[in-house]
Nanobody
Framework: QVQWVESGGGLVQTGGSLTLSCTAS????????IGWFRQAPGKEREFVAL???????TYADSVKGRFTISRDYAMNTMYLRMSNLRPDDTAVYYC???????????????WGQGTQVTVSS
């Protein structure tokens, strides 16, 4: 059974930093496209960052220059380093992945349970 376990969320003040981690078990995600997504109250889930199996990354415009996605192939873990956090970054953050890089992230097969990030003003 494939499982993603997320950690690292919490409460932080504006301008602060947090690092989220997501570890997969039950499947080797080394060649998969994996990423982070978030959903704020009353809003649809949105893309935050993606990284492909070869290490290339893409970011939403709203987080470029502030967030960094990375992965540890040996640990089957990915990270999201978030800095200069703002109140509008408040959301539940989800990790997800799939073996099919050509599909939309909304069709990804494997999703974590989510971790809450709250940025106070």
């Amino acid at each position: 059974q494939v499982q993603w376990v997320e950690s690292g969320g919490g409460l932080v003040q504006t301008g602060g930093s947090l690092t989220l981690s997501c570890t997969a078990s039950g499947r080797d995600f080394g060649s998969h496209v994996i990423g982070w997504f978030r959903q704020a109250p009353g809003k649809e889930r949105e893309f935050v960052a993606l990284t492909s199996g070869n290490g290339g990354s893409t970011y939403a415009d709203s987080v470029k220059g502030r967030f960094t996605i990375s992965r540890d192939y040996a640990m089957n873990t990915m990270y999201l380093r978030m800095s200069n956090l703002r109140p509008d970054d408040t959301a539940v953050y989800y990790c997800a992945g799939d073996s099919r890089p050509w599909i939309s992230w909304k069709e990804f097969n494997y999703w974590g349970q989510g971790t809450q990030v709250t940025v106070s003003s």
